[in-house]
């Protein structure tokens, strides 16, 4: 029995660490975000969804990496997977008979929360870090203001700030801190994808990354404190966090790890992320194209930013936490490298990572770039994979380049999300643009 | 008093930490290697040194790196500066002498040994990790045997291999590891730039990288290793390490950390070891050129190696060293990532890194290669610069690229070491040529 391959258990929880204010909103799309995760899915594992992830689709996937999809079993419940969720009675039955014709299961959770470790329990099996999560571990590393205390302990650089218990201090820390660029960014504590944070700034600057909003500072700083505490600050962790924020960085990157049941964490692969600005100039907003494996950084500053970030992964495996680690920087204009965030689940670029490492080899970073598009003109699945095999534009192992379709709505009211991959940046904007040219004509 | 700048006391203490039949070696000049490291001083500083710094040399660095060279004194010893000799009452008096007009000192040893930690207590100034030095703390981490441990323990990629402790064991794990590559190679637990390391092959390779020697393994193992076990095994220590040898490596690199008192690793600098095979095919012999900064790897490869090796140093810290930590590995011929071994001590690429950081900003290597030559032509220091600067060639910040001499003998029986800088490795090459051109013409 022990000698048979571990399946795994891929809880889809994802929002379901979100506060609740957050959680509901639907600037994710669940259906796309559920399908998108679909392709951790190997032979015989069991996916726990809050959306449903058709045969279709999955068929996609196990056509794509060699693998029966048919094998694949889904548990879907209509709505976010939270701990009440997957901790009621029948959800655990229907997994306790999903898991029943094999030995060996492991869960793979977007957030490995309270419940998450519960449920594994219950089911009796292994969870690493169950005993930290129970205790909601990941919060001090995912809270603004504890990621910054922990970041502070290991010299990690940071962008000058502070973390703020009043709206008192809130204007004090807006005035300390807004000379050094003209604007600054106030973040909520617990908060994800930058929904919690504002931007202020003295000039009209439009859009900008890391942030739902930003707004232009009026001449009563402490007005707008109290505004922001009433909007940011939450009832149940009150205080925020405020930083100098540098607008215009060279690079903004992340590096993901896995701390698995040994402690020692594991890279896993990092990126860019590409943003472009859309829009006329009344109506202007930022949109993030993609992400671009691995991060394209010169070799001094990918150095010192990888030896920070392993820094920091091993601070997190020596507190407890096990799981995927994402952790955010950027290089300013002006060369400065400054570490934004962490996120203890896993990140946006582990699904490209997965399928170029499935159909490339786990090296692929060393030979290829892996990049992806989440604008590309919705058309249904089966015509636009159709229409990229006649246009020999499909990914293959034996090619070593061209376009998977990641994820779509089956109602194709939002934008395909595409990976694509080509030994080159400039292959891949080639392959971008021969892609956009086959779905126009679709 | 503590607003003054601290300044050092270098102490060249050059292999007084090999054992003593390798420390007494001459294969490295002693002359040459006190010059080089001579680029470390600035304004101020007190060099200890084993042989002599003419004034000429020091005028050398200063007048390229800015600095006046004549507030350097140096305190010369003509013997290796080991324990004994750092601690005896003359040279610890004239020290102190040499300290007295200034408040603030710290030590920056090759080494920091037992007799480092006394030494610094007995002048009253501070030294990083000096109970741990006290116990020889870094034979934890220098001992070949020890290595593969803490490697193992975190998860490390090594050779496969074996610490054996007999003759016997030695004869079995050479025939358990010959098979993977046809070579194994043989480590003294002891020893520093592979002078304790012999590479035994089923055919005649020729000169290997990593070892004194390369012997063709005859058909009576046993024998063989009987022999290399007399040879190989110290007295204080018994016992060697036995790995498979990999002979091609892809890229043979190393990554230099500095563990200050804050007991953060600090990423220092990385570089490639290049060798060349010079002399006829019955006397081939491999020629270490020199260092190339940064590490040139693949971006899957780099970032592995960088999250194993910053994994290494934060587990060195933990055990309580302080100071520079080199850490040395290769990606073979087929891809595979292996580490060789850990030297706590200043690394051979450390000057170069000095000396480009100084002139070009410490984050020189974004833009730029440092690359250094040990076999130029020995030729007068002062006519090789003069000639450098009627060319074009020497370094300055202005121009971004050129030639520093780092190291000559006085008497040039020796061949020049030369730094080479230039915005990429073709410039570096080309700037090569026009060097060795000069120089030939001298």
């Not at 204010?21 to 899915?41: F, K």
Request: include cysteine; charged fraction near 25%.
């Amino acid at each position: 029995m022990t000698n048979q391959s571990t399946r795994k258990i891929l809880l889809l929880n994802v929002r379901a660490d979100f506060p609740p204010e957050i959680g509901l909103s639907d600037r994710h799309p669940l259906v796309r975000a559920c399908r998108r995760t679909s392709w951790y899915a190997e032979a015989g594992d069991v996916i726990a969804s809050p959306a449903p992830i058709d045969r279709e689709f999955l068929d996609h996937v196990g056509g794509t990496l060699g693998f029966d999809a048919g094998t694949i079993s889904v548990v879907l419940r209509d709505r976010v997977l939270t701990d009440e969720v997957i901790l009621a009675p029948d959800f655990v039955a229907e997994l306790r008979l999903a898991i029943a014709d094999h030995p060996n299961w492991r869960i793979m959770a977007c957030y490995v929360t309270e419940g998450v470790a519960e449920l594994a329990e219950r089911l009796g099996i292994g969870c690493d870090g169950s005993a930290f999560a129970a205790e909601r571990g990941s919060d001090l590393l995912n809270r603004k203001g504890h990621f910054r205390r922990l970041a502070a302990g290991i010299g990690m650089p940071l962008a000058a700030g502070s973390v703020v218990q009043s709206p008192t201090r809130l204007a004090r820390a807006i005035e300390q801190h807004m000379p050094a660029t003209g604007a600054v960014i106030v973040k909520q504590h617990n908060a994800g994808g930058g929904l919690g944070n504002v931007v202020l700034a003295a000039d009209d600057l439009g859009p900008l990354p890391g942030a739902r909003e930003t707004r232009r500072i009026g001449p009563d700083v402490a007005e707008t404190a109290e505004k922001l505490w009433t909007e940011l600050s939450q009832e149940h962790d009150p205080g925020v966090v405020v930083e100098v924020y540098h607008p215009a960085a060279r690079h903004m990157f992340y590096f993901e790890y896995l701390v698995a049941d040994s402690g020692v964490p594991r890279f896993v692969n990092s990126g860019t992320i590409r943003l472009v600005r859309e829009g006329t100039a009344a109506d202007e907003r930022l949109s993030w194209v993609g992400l671009e494996l691995p991060a394209d950084l010169p070799p001094h500053s990918l150095a010192q930013a990888l030896t920070h970030a392993t820094r920091f992964a091993v601070l997190a495996a020596d507190i407890g936490y096990r799981g995927y680690l994402n952790i955010d920087a950027i290089v300013t204009a002006s060369g400065e490298l400054i570490f934004n965030e962490v996120n203890a689940r896993w990140g946006g670029g582990l699904v490209l990572h997965t399928v170029a490492s499935r159909l490339l080899g786990e090296d692929y970073a060393d030979h290829s770039v892996a990049s992806s598009l989440r604008d590309v003109r919705p058309v249904p699945l089966a015509r636009v994979v159709a229409a990229a095999r006649e246009h020999g534009l499909d990914l293959t192992p034996e090619r070593r380049e061209g376009v998977v379709v990641l994820a779509c709505e089956p109602t194709q009211t939002e934008a395909l999300e595409c990976l694509l991959v080509a030994p080159s940046v400039s292959r891949v904007r080639e392959l971008e643009t021969a892609l956009r040219t086959v779905v126009e004509a679709l």
